[in-house]
């Protein structure tokens, strides 16, 4: 650094350093932390793409900077210099998950490099984190004022993938007012940029979600929603399922499978191209368009087909494009006509993905379709996912108890992965499993919370066809009784037993074809995990 910030010293900071502070803040404006918030992830200005509003995470693009106990005047100038309708605020960061290489700023104005937080002296005033960071580690939003929390928390409520709400709001004035003593913006930084745009790692976190929410399908589904999670556990297995294993090495990041195996290297391939039809997307300049996946697609499957030599392959996927186009415009072939004459999970996931445009639509398809696989399910989840990412992931799919915290911190680990970043971000969340997956049983039987948890299930669906009541009787003679309100059955005493039994095979049969109502599924996994 050629110029070193001019910092308050304290006698007392200096010569007794306590341990690090776990809590840290990140000063923006409202527009980029609602962005943040939908995005799941704490990034650098690229992963903004076009609504990057300038603030101090310009600085050192690539490095979320934060600050200690207040807010240096500049920061908040800063990330309020775009417009008068921009409000400071800021994110309160818990960093004990964190270990690892990072840049922190001591109380006598050094910049260093240091492992945290091992050897963090305690008098660090500012940090430079490698981005990015889970949203699951901001621990509140916090406001200079009620006026500027109401306005804030009223703009959130016009998106519909802002959850504000499921974080503090705080107040505190002390943290916006001068006198943190440090200059901003920091002269003579000289750090690599190593910003990056999360599209790729935001599309396979919506792929992970949504083999979730497909989980209850089938056990195909509920194989690959836990392989996708467990990156580790991906890579020991070699999937038996072709495309499941291509999945899973887009996912990775891990190459591309063997030449003979046509449809997964496709299915890799059309995957990344759906990915860079976004980012390219976020890139263009002048108005801004919608990405054409479809487009992407078709010109992806063209490539493939004029690479191929064999001729079965080149007019399979003649027809598979001619049809696709079809789904464009007016084709002559109904959704069943089309599964009919494409039998392979990589065509028919793909005309699901030219049928319908939103992840929730594929979810109703699934259980309305009859005609659709597992198989099938798993390639169209992954197109569907690479298109939204987490971003365009339905919100109410993210609300299921413990998914967004899963999905998210994993999204930023396989960020620091690909980047060989060395930063640890601690042990991930437990992966969220689907409720088909809560409910299998070993070989001894249901536990008794899965026993109540099924029996709360088809309760709540109204599946009472599943359900068979067991009432024991000691002996004696009894009179049945018939009136207006049913059928009465009179002894003398006590009952000795009423017990309800649950039948596996028809509830699982009537789960894959329902709509879980969000309260019925959050209190059925609150009885099975507890």
């Known amino acids: ?70 807010i240096p005047a500049g920061a908040l100038e800063q990330a309020t210099s775009e417009g008068s309708h921009l409000q400071g605020v800021a994110a309160e960061i818990d960093l004990r998950a964190l270990r690892g290489p990072i840049m922190a700023l001591d109380v006598q104005g050094h910049l260093r490099e240091l492992q945290w937080p091992d050897e963090a002296r305690g008098d660090e005033q500012m940090l430079f984190i490698p981005a990015p960071l889970p949203i699951g580690w901001l621990q509140a939003v916090v406001f200079p004022s009620k006026e500027v929390r109401a306005v804030v928390r009223e703009q959130a409520m016009d998106y519909a993938n802002v959850p504000i709400d499921t974080f503090r709001l705080l107040v505190k004035a002390s943290l916006f007012k001068s006198g943190s003593g440090l200059s901003w913006p920091i002269k003579g930084l000289a750090f690599a940029d190593r910003d990056q745009a999360p599209h790729q790692v935001s599309a396979v976190g919506a792929v992970q979600a949504l083999l979730v929410g497909l989980g209850n399908r089938g056990c195909v589904l509920v194989e690959a929603a836990r392989l996708l999670a467990d990156s580790a556990a991906a890579a020991a297995v070699q999937a038996d399922d072709p495309l499941l294993h291509a999945v899973l090495q887009w996912a990775n990041g891990s190459g591309t499978p063997d030449e003979g195996e046509v449809q997964a290297r496709m299915l890799i391939r059309t995957l ?18 919608p990405p054409d996946t479809h487009q992407a697609v078709l010109n992806t499957l063209d490539e493939e087909r004029r690479r191929l030599t064999e001729p079965k392959w080149q007019e399979a996927l003649t027809r598979l494009i001619d049809d696709l186009k079809g789904l464009l415009g007016l084709g002559d072939a109904t959704t069943s006509d ?17 049928l319908r445009e939103h992840c929730d639509d594929l979810l109703v398809m699934a259980r309305d379709q009859p005609l659709v696989s597992d198989q099938d399910l798993v390639v169209a989840a992954a197109l569907f996912g690479a298109r939204s ?55 001894a039987g249901w536990t008794r919370r899965q026993r109540e948890g099924a029996l709360r299930l088809a309760r709540g669906l109204g599946c009472q066809g599943v359900l068979k009541t067991r009432i024991s009787l000691g002996k004696g003679d009894y009179l049945l009784q018939v009136d207006g309100r049913g059928a009465h059955l009179l002894i003398d005493g006590d009952v000795k037993a009423v017990s309800t039994e649950v039948d596996p095979g028809l509830l699982f049969e009537s789960l894959a074809r329902a709509a879980i109502p969000a309260k019925l599924e959050a209190d059925v996994r609150l009885v099975c995990e507890r």
């Open 338 to 354: 089309l599964l009919k004459r494409h039998s392979r999970p990589f065509s028919r996931g793909l005309i699901l993905f030219f």
């Open 1 to 70: 650094m050629s110029e070193q910030p001019d910092l308050e010293l304290t006698a007392q900071a200096i010569s007794h350093p306590s341990e690090p502070r776990l809590v840290w803040h990140l000063a923006t404006n409202q527009l980029n932390l609602m962005f943040m918030l939908a995005a799941g992830i704490l990034t650098g200005p690229k992963g903004f793409g076009r609504k990057y509003y300038l603030d101090p995470l310009s600085v050192a693009p690539g490095w979320i900077p934060l600050f200690a106990e207040r």
């Open 389 to 443: 990412g987490w971003m365009g992931f339905p919100y109410a799919l993210k609300c299921t108890p413990g998914l967004s915290a899963a999905t998210t911190h994993r999204m930023a680990v396989m960020a620091h992965r690909d980047q060989g970043s060395a930063l640890d971000l601690g042990p991930a969340p437990p992966r969220v499993r689907p409720l088909l997956e809560l409910l299998q049983a070993d070989g």
């Open 272 to 289: 990344g191209a759906i990915v860079d039809a976004r980012a390219d997307a976020d890139m263009t300049t002048g108005t801004w368009c």
